[in-house]
């Protein structure tokens, strides 16, 4: 029985795999960086986040293992066309973190180790949409896809999922990010393919 | 076992520098507004293959150069340069 049932379960499974238009399935994991690799040793990484008004929260590495934690399987989809299915991930929710967060403001700026950054609305941040991601596939998360730790909100492109996450910084007027500001799409939703400024 | 480097050197990027100048850019030089160094545009650490081109300075890692073709337009950020400077036409 248990076998018939992870088969149905799994057809079932695959029949959801839909790619956004203007991508190709990979079962790869392709490394893209716009910078080198930072190296950050676990006793001095640090995520902070930071509001409208200064204030800020931060979490040493073993606070934020320390929360409770979600293990999302989810599909990447890259706005250089390639998509990977299920992957899996060990992260902390967004909502955990900002839960205790005053807060009014509408947008979110990112910053990694290194000069990466990238803007996000906070409300895509919330309700189970977005995590800090620190292990891949049952392992530590590699530096080369972000580890220690990275920004994980797979209904947009991926550059939005900032590797190497450092600080979010909250606030009321949008400021756009790394890519964002040489014509890639402020927004980047793959399933309206917005990929560049005016998609 | 040393690990593989993560950049290639700016003569990669002479492909997508001369789509946009309409010239080769490899021997052009500049000045990195964050440490002040000289180089020519070949010797920049080239960041290709994700959703831009990323020309760093091989001084102090900023970024030099940032530039982005989509179906409709190229993009360029060369404000991590305080100046190029290209050899005259002949």
């Given at each position: 029985m248990?076998v ?5 379960r ?52 073993e606070?934020?293992?320390a ?26 929710s967004l ?35 977005a ?8 392992e ?25 996450v ?20 402020t ?13 | ?6 950049f ?11 789509s ?5 850019m ?5 000045q ?20 831009g ?25 060369a ?12």
């Open positions: 248990s018939v049932s992870r088969g149905f799994g057809r079932a499974r695959d029949a959801l795999h839909q790619l956004p238009p203007g991508q190709y399935e990979t079962t790869g994991f392709p490394v893209l960086s716009a910078g080198p690799t930072p190296t950050v040793p676990l006793d001095e990484w640090e995520l902070t986040v930071r509001t409208e008004t200064g204030a800020g929260r931060r979490w040493t590495w606070q934020l293992l929360l409770p934690s979600e293990t999302p399987t989810v599909d990447l989809h890259c706005v250089t066309k390639w998509s990977k299915f299920d992957t899996e991930w060990q992260g902390v909502d955990v973190l900002l839960q205790d967060v005053e807060s009014s403001a509408d947008y979110a700026l990112v910053h990694s180790y290194g000069d990466y950054t990238t803007n996000i609305p906070v409300e895509d941040l919330l309700d189970g949409k995590w800090i991601a620190h292990r891949y596939d049952g530590a998360l590699p530096p080369e896809h972000g580890g220690p730790a990275r920004l994980l909100v797979p209904h947009l492109y991926f550059w939005k999922s900032a590797k190497w450092r600080e979010i910084v909250l606030m009321h007027e949008e400021e756009r990010g790394f890519w964002e500001t040489v014509g890639y799409h927004y980047g939703d793959p399933w309206r393919e917005q990929r560049y400024q005016g998609d | 076992m040393t690990p593989t480097p993560d290639l050197d700016g003569n990669a990027a002479a492909g997508d520098l001369e946009l100048f309409g010239t080769d490899t021997m052009a030089s500049g990195c507004h964050g440490c002040g160094k000289q180089m020519m545009l070949a010797e920049t650490h080239a960041y290709l293959g994700g959703p081109t990323v020309l760093r300075c091989p001084g102090c890692d900023g970024v030099l150069l940032r530039m982005v073709r989509s179906p409709h337009d190229m993009w360029l950020d404000s991590g340069l305080d100046h190029l400077r290209l050899p005259a036409p002949a």
